[in-house]
């Protein structure tokens, strides 16, 4: 048995800190595979943690860590979102952010995560979940696939002179 398990639930104010860690890393990671695509910017941590206090109580969020021992290793960021005729997708839940921490990977902590979040959003009446994963991003997509999500859309992008 593992000495220290991992527990999923949801974030609270004393998680703030290292959420903003973890997304500094999500962020740093797909600047990494584009930096024209994806932006980067100063005070990431501090600004993701800042936007996560927002919404903390909100109650079409869904803002989940993964602890291990004490230490958030992984979060999850979720929320239900209105129909939008722009982009002709209905109501439903979209993840905006899945991340775990690299000394971590492989040991089921993405699992975990998203199966709470497809949980949660279930409960909150979502009829669908929907993400945007980055094409160099195999790892994610891989465990996107085995949770039964499909390919809908491709993003492409060209830089203006």
């Known amino acids: 048995m593992d000495a220290n398990p991992i527990h999923v639930r949801a974030a609270k104010v004393a998680d703030l800190d290292a959420l903003g860690v973890l997304a ?11 930096p024209q695509r994806f932006m ?4 990431v941590e501090r600004g993701y943690a800042h936007y996560f206090a927002s919404l903390l109580d909100d109650p079409d969020t869904v803002l989940l860590v993964a602890e291990r021992g004490g230490a958030c290793v992984g979060y999850v960021f ?23 921490h690299p000394s971590e990977r492989g040991n089921g902590i993405g699992n975990l995560l998203l199966e709470e979040t497809l949980k949660r959003l279930a409960e909150r009446g979502a009829p669908r979940l929907v993400l945007h994963t980055a094409t160099q991003n195999e790892g994610a997509q891989r465990l996107f696939a085995r949770h039964g999500f499909r390919s809908t859309m491709i993003e492409m992008t060209r830089e203006l002179p």
């Open 78 to 100: 979720a929320r239900l979102e209105e129909r939008d005729w722009n982009a002709l997708l209905d109501a439903c839940g979209a993840l905006h952010d899945i991340f775990v």
């Open 40 to 43: 980067m910017m100063e005070g």
């Open 24 to 34: 500094g890393g999500l962020v740093r990671l797909h600047h990494g595979f584009d």
